[in-house]
């Protein structure tokens, strides 16, 4: 048996093999990231050995190790594609630790050859659209999120009574008058007329004069009324423009991530908390339930007769497992070690929000946020751990979420 190491780089990879005694049968080489470079390895594995007698595996670096193993299972492999803290751990087993690439390709044709990890299972093309369209989603929505954040503090300087004026910052109708007047200086200047039919267009009819004459009094009255500053006026405007388009492209995805219909969605969806776009991101992360369920044969016998082992799973791979960091007689405090995908937290965490107030989740932040009195933040945490698990069962067994069925196995 032949176990081939590839270091992933952007531009270029190295291939490396060892056999069974870990010895190299094939020196650190280096092919490129295009068809001729595929070409290249795909010449360099035949001479190896037979093809079914080669086994494969990589870091799964950033998104540069996807085309690459899409080519290996055309050229009739199967790369198995796993974690790169792995290789990272296995770095730690000597004292030298590596120090160049082809040390690199080396080393994880070794952990290839021990087998210590779980390979992530390669996403069916429907599973990879999703994931990336999930993944995609969310930047959007974090570059929105710290947009109104900078639209806040900027208002601050030219305009900072008209957050008070607002029940939300950046409605449609906010965004669209701080696009045209994004100062009190300007504001001020325009006739209620004008801000009347511009806010009627906006809200579709909700707003009319009489919250055009309040708006353009606050602006008049403003302490930052006789204050010019064009520089913070155009980042106002230029804010509002990007949030509105920001806010415009999250609506395509959730369209398109709709549209989508992965195994369990249905399933899914009977969570509280958890609708079409949600459903979708979540399993879209998780790939498939089976890579949690199925035992890793080098884990302790201890360790596999434990109940429970494909949660535990899962909520490491969320990062959402508790973490403990001790020695000697020092014990730190537990906290979570947010190792995982921060996408499938993400995700699992805006569930949680609306699962708090459901019956079957009630108890559970009732103990930590009312009795317990912790941070909003740590008793929302506990009630999201609780929702990954029921994930689990429900997608494990194939079935809706059953709330009697959950209390009791809580």
Known sequence: MIFVGVDIAKAAHLVAAIDAQGRTVLKPERFTQDAEGFRRVGEILCTLTQQDAVTIGFEATGHYWVLLAEELVRQGYQPQVFNPILSGEATRTTVRGRKTDADDA??????????????????????????????????????????????????DLVFPEYVSLWSELCCRSSLALLARWPSARLLASVSVTVLTKVLKKCSRGHLGSERARDLISAAKSSIAVARE???????????????????????????????????????????????????????????????????????????????????????????????IRESGTWRGTAHMSKRGSRFLRTAVYQAAQVARHHEAFQDIWHQHYVVMKQPYKVALSHVARKLLQAIYGMLSRNVPFDPVAFKKAA
């Open 106 to 155: 080396l080393l994880i044709a070794q952990v290839v050859r021990d087998g210590r990890f779980v390979a992530m299972p390669l996403p069916t093309a429907a599973q990879a659209q999703a994931k990336r369209l999930a993944r995609e989603r969310q930047r959007t929505v974090a570059r929105a999120a710290n947009a109104k954040k900078r639209l806040g503090s900027r208002l």
């Open 229 to 323: 500053d064009a520089a913070t006026e155009m980042a106002i405007r230029l804010a509002a423009q990007e949030i509105m388009l920001l806010e415009e492209q999250v609506a395509d995805y959730d369209k398109t991530l709709n549209q989508l219909d992965l195994p369990g969605k249905s399933n899914l969806q009977t969570l509280p908390g958890i609708a079409s776009v949600l459903a979708t991101i979540i399993l879209a992360e998780i790939v498939t339930i089976e890579r949690f369920t199925s035992q890793d044969p080098h884990r302790s016998q201890r360790r596999r007769s434990r109940g429970r082992n494909g949660v535990h799973r899962l909520l490491a791979y969320a990062g959402m497992d508790c973490q």
